[in-house]
Structures are given as structure tokens and as C-alpha cells.
């Protein structure tokens, strides 16, 4: 039994040829989930871009060392977003904010250790 659909990538209307087709054809399933992935990458982008601003600044920051010391304005100077981060973590009741891997953690009213992990 055959039965007319319209195929969601495109619109256009196609007979099914089996029970579970959705597409008219593997190029049109193809081109429905790309789309949605690179939505989802288009929203992503400027949080990704800021997370890796963020971990550049540190690891210059760092250099050679496995951890230092430096000021908020530094931070700021150099480009950091303080709104982006991808861990946190809390110790004896502070927190610890990581980006990938380099954790950084205010000890002084404006001044924060960096430390590699």
C-alpha cells in the first residue's frame, strides 16, 4: 500500500515506499538534519567564541607557569567575560571557576590565582 506525503526538508510531496519513510529520499534527510545542526551551531557560536576568548587570555596569562596571580582589571583589559565559564566549583565554601581545563579563583577583593589543572 502506498500512501502521499510531504517530505519535511523540502516541502514537496513524495509517495512512501515504505512504513517509516518521513524523506522522499536520503539527500532531503540529509539536508533536514543539517539545518538543524547548523542552527544549533549558530546559536552556540558566540558562547563558544567568548569560552575560547576566555581560555586564550588565561593561558597567556599562565604561560610556563602551572599557576600565578593577576587583577580583575587585567582580566578585563585583555577581553575576558567573566559571564562565561564551563565549571564551577565549590571549596570551603568558595568557588572555583574553570575553563577548560585552567581554573582561576578570587583570593583578594580583585585579584585572582590561575592554576592550571
Request: glycine share 8%; net charge positive.
Amino acid at each position: 500500500m502506498t500512501t502521499k506525503k510531504n517530505c519535511p526538508a523540502t516541502d514537496n510531496e513524495f509517495i512512501q515506499t515504505h512504513g517509516g519513510q518521513k524523506y522522499a529520499d536520503g539527500k532531503s534527510r540529509n539536508k533536514f538534519h543539517n539545518d538543524i545542526a547548523r542552527k544549533e551551531r549558530h546559536r552556540r557560536s558566540p558562547i563558544i567564541k567568548a569560552l575560547d576568548l576566555n581560555y586564550k587570555i588565561l593561558k597567556r596569562i599562565l604561560g610556563d607557569e602551572n599557576t600565578t596571580e593577576c587583577s580583575r582589571d587585567f582580566l578585563l583589559g585583555g577581553g575576558f567575560s567573566f559571564e562565561h565559564l564551563t565549571t564551577l566549583t565549590i571549596e570551603k565554601g568558595k568557588p572555583i571557576y574553570s575553563v577548560f581545563g585552567i581554573s582561576y579563583r578570587e583570593f583578594e577583593v580583585d585579584k585572582f590565582i590561575i592554576t592550571q589543572l
